[in-house]
């Protein structure tokens, strides 16, 4: 899953590339109003921490320009503590969660894992399909009870194939959401991770559709 952090204050931005890197994330930074709509105006994100007070272009005013240009990413806002009128301002641009600065980390990754989620029409933590299940929380992932251990790129694409689990995934889609914008990124390889997939799941888990894709679902669905 790959994630836009737009945060002018370069220490703060740095620890959160930090933190959401370690938790599983492909993550790309911006550090002002511009280059952050740029950013998010031609990538496509799973998810977006956007700071409201941003030099060259205020956050509202990044986030309005997404929405009415038909962005869909989920958007969480980051605001000064006791600024109600800014949080007012982002959900009526267009956010769908906020969280007050200073933060505690595991409460913003929870936050991001739930709008991914509910962007994906997924309620519950743990996304499983047949005898697969894999905790977004934990990052682990067990087959018939048993653990598996996965890379980050793995992961990342498992999580992805199973948040959007019975539909046709592209490789290009998949590049696209598994790699930051700086990876020398690939699509050929993303046949790769497939193949190593397929060997610690089974060959039944992910299916392949030729020309479109690959498609997370049970074996013989």
Known sequence: MRLLVIE?????SG????????????????????EGHFLGDTEPYDAIVL??????????SVLKQWRKGGR??????????????????????????????PFHMPE??????????????QASALLSCGPLSFDTSAGTCELNGKDVTLTA??????????HHKGKIVSRTELTEHVYAQDFDRDSNTI?????RLRKKLGEGMIH???????RMAEPDA
Do not use: M, N
């Open 8 to 12: 002018d204050d370069k220490r703060l």
């Open 15 to 34: 620890q959160l590339k930090e933190a959401l890197e370690s938790a599983g994330y492909a993550v790309d930074q911006a550090f002002d109003g511009e």
């Open 51 to 60: 700071d409201l007070g941003l030099p060259k272009q205020d956050g509202v």
């Open 72 to 101: 869909t990413a989920p958007v969480l806002i980051l605001t000064a503590r006791d600024a109600w009128s800014e949080k007012v301002a982002g959900f009526d641009a267009g956010a769908d969660d906020y969280l007050a600065k």
């Open 108 to 121: 913003l990754l929870a936050r991001l894992r739930a709008l991914i989620r509910r962007s994906a029409g």
């Open 153 to 162: 790129h793995e992961a990342r694409i498992l999580a992805y194939l199973l």
């Open 191 to 195: 046949e790769v991770f497939i193949g």
């Open 208 to 214: 392949t559709h030729r020309g479109q894709g690959y």
